[in-house]
Every structure is written in C-alpha cells, then in structure tokens.
C-alpha cells in the first residue's frame, strides 16, 4: 500500500524540513499524551500531571512550553495565590489531534500485539561474530 505523501526532506535539509521539524515536538514521549488529555477541554497543570502519572513535573513543565510555544496549546495564569494557570487546546492543536486520533486508537487495538513482537524477538548477531 503506497501513501501518497510529499517526500521526506534530505539530511543536509534536515534545519528546513518541515516534518523534522514538526515531529521534533509532538514525537517526543509525553506531547501526545498531554494533547490527548486535553481535548476532554481545559485543564490545570496538576490535572494534566495525574491523568499521566508517569511524567515528573519538570518534564510536564517542558512539555507544555515547548507546545505553547509551537502553537499547539494556550496557557492562561490567573493571578491568585497561589497562582491557577489552565491550559487549553488551540485550534492548530485540535486539528492535530484530529489526525493523531487515529493512530492513537491504532496504539490501544494493537498494543497486545506489538508486546508480543517483541517479547518473540531475537536479535541478529552483532557484525563479525560468527
């Protein structure tokens, strides 16, 4: 099955490509993750924090900033103490979760299988040793 999308940028372009660059930000391990957790709508940092467990607080803290910063979500502090600051999807994110939704549900039908994969596979010996 051939997908008909533009070709891929080479290596000495690689500062102009536009997929590096866009999946420089959202590849990375937590992005989907927290764009996922909000398209429920707007959500504090702490809510974001325990919907995925995981992920320190300095990595969540980078996470939103680097996709604040590429337009993918908006951050609104509100000046109480301490301070609330929310954090919502701007239309550029929703309409990439739009796209990523589908892989996202490919992820959760065929994680079994990917795990068994996996666990089966055996890898080649390293180069020279016989």
């Not at 590096?20 to 996922?36: N, Y």
């Not at 604040?68 to 309409?95: A, I, N």
């Amino acid at each position: 099955m051939k997908i008909d999308l533009p070709p891929v940028c080479a290596s000495s372009q690689a500062e102009k490509c536009p997929v590096r660059d866009v999946l420089d930000c959202i590849g990375d391990r937590w992005s989907v993750l927290v764009l996922t957790n909000l398209s429920v709508g707007t959500l504090r940092f702490t809510e974001i924090k325990r919907a995925i467990g995981d992920i320190s607080q300095r990595m969540l803290s980078q996470t939103l900033r680097t996709l604040e910063r590429d337009g993918y979500l908006s951050r609104k502090v509100y000046p109480t103490v301490p301070p609330k600051v929310e954090y919502t999807l701007t239309s550029l994110g929703t309409s990439l979760l739009e796209k990523m939704e589908p892989l996202v549900q490919w992820a959760f039908e065929n994680h079994q299988e990917v795990k068994k994969a996996r666990a089966a596979y055996v890898p080649p010996p390293a180069a020279g040793a016989l």
